[in-house]
């Protein structure tokens, strides 16, 4: 396969996973902020979606306050934000119209449907918290179709496995940033854990990743931080855990690599994080400092992007 066409489905599925995220993100936040101020606390749960989906910095150039209204903006529609929902769509339209011979019907009617809905119902943007709800339900749905008819109508090729390392390094990412902005930056120093803003901080977390029904089918308990970073960082039945995400990369480039004749530098950096992963427990991972373990995992899996991009796609 040409590089290009690698880097084209690679990046196509990145970008449709980002938008899921980005929609998830505000669904989250829209649900706490909804909450009665005694349950909020004095949390700012706008800057905190800022703070997940890595944009606080750009934004605070081109806004004052994080309130709903700017951060729905930035999040969804602006132009001005490279990640934003509909920069998202219009980045993987283009991207999969340059690889258009390599995607099935059902996938590029889904990215072209999508795009063609975003210019002709969604141009101005949303006018109320109805109309923002049905645009994010639009953007998940959008979603669930494209990975379901990649899932289920592609050839199990090198373009399926480019594809899907997309989807799992961006979710890797994603799921990572969620979990250490709880940890780190949520929770005030005052408030102490198990208390009702811990509550529902931790139901709008595992909300955006679709992990809250999960969470009880495997622990049937209530919400308690040390299970859910279990849940999210080792439990590999979960699909958007660090642990699951790990295990499909390495599947995906394991596959490329006796497709194409020989491992490389992408395969072993990835087995390593995999390898790590599956040898850590959370008492460890506590000791060391979920953060500082966080943020070790981001970076590494932001290196892994860069050799991914080295070995395949340049």
């Known amino acids: 396969m040409l590089s290009r ?4 489905l690679y ?10 995220y980005l929609a998830r993100t505000i669904d989250a936040t829209l649900r706490v902020t909804a909450l009665p101020a005694a349950y909020i606390g004095k949390t700012n749960e706008w800057d905190s ?4 989906a890595g944009v606080a910095a750009s934004f605070y150039q081109a806004y004052e306050e994080a309130n709903e209204h700017n951060v729905v903006e930035y999040l969804s529609f602006s132009q001005n934000n490279p990640s934003s929902i509909r920069n998202c769509i219009e980045a993987a339209r283009l991207n999969s119209r340059s690889v258009r011979t ?4 059902e996938m590029w009617d889904t990215i072209n449907s999508a795009w063609i809905e975003l210019q002709a119902v969604w141009s101005k943007g949303t006018s109320t918290r109805e109309d923002l709800a049905k645009f994010l339900r639009f953007v998940q749905e959008t979603s669930l179709r494209f990975d379901g008819s990649a899932y289920r109508t592609m050839l199990r090729n090198d373009a399926y496995w ?6 799992h390094l961006e979710r890797a990412d994603n799921t990572a940033r969620i979990l250490d902005v709880k940890y780190h930056v949520l929770l005030p120093e ?3 854990v198990g208390g009702p803003l811990d509550f529902y901080q931790w139901s709008s977390i595992l909300r955006s990743v679709s992990a809250l029904t999960a969470y009880h089918w495997v622990y049937r308990e209530t919400l308690k931080p ?12 979960l699909p958007r855990s660090l642990a699951s995400c790990y295990g499909n990369l390495v599947r995906n480039l394991d596959q490329i690599g006796v497709a194409y004749g020989r491992q490389g530098p992408a395969q072993r ?3 390593g994080i995999r390898n790590r992963l599956e040898h850590s427990n959370m008492n460890d991972i506590f000791q060391h400092g979920v953060h500082e373990f966080i943020q070790e995992f981001i970076t590494d899996n932001s290196r892994l992007g860069e050799i991914i991009t080295k070995q395949y796609l340049i």
């Open 5 to 8: 066409t690698a880097e084209n």
């Open 11 to 20: 990046w196509l599925a990145r970008y449709v996973e980002r938008a899921e």
């Open 49 to 52: 979606a800022l703070l997940t």
């Open 102 to 105: 390599a995607l099935t019907s």
């Open 162 to 167: 480019f594809s899907r390392m997309g989807v």
């Open 190 to 192: 005052e408030e102490h």
């Open 226 to 237: 040390w299970l859910i970073a279990d849940l999210l960082i080792l439990n590999d039945t």
């Open 269 to 271: 950096h990835a087995r």
